[in-house]
């Protein structure tokens, strides 16, 4: 289940024993389908709710790998 909070951010919503590479993924989709830049994944299946939510943020690895590839350029 996904949702919109202030058409700002979008939360996914689960209950699975551990959250798996192929939700964040799922969820970076719908991040990139709506050029949206953040989301949160809940995963309510967690002892305490802090340890089951995951902030995804649509470009960082672009943005992380871009930065990198500037600074050995550099050298």
């Given at each position: 289940m996904k949702t919109r909070v202030e058409d700002r951010v979008i939360v996914g919503?689960?209950?699975v024993e551990a959250?798996?590479?192929?939700?964040?993924k799922q969820l970076l989709t719908y991040l990139q389908l709506a050029d949206k830049r953040l989301g949160l994944l809940i995963n309510f299946n967690a002892a305490l709710i802090k340890d089951g939510i995951s902030r995804i943020v649509n470009g960082l690895e672009e943005e992380s790998h871009a930065k990198s590839q500037g600074r050995?350029?550099?050298?």
């Open positions: 919503i689960k209950s959250l798996a590479a192929v939700h964040r050995q350029e550099h050298h």
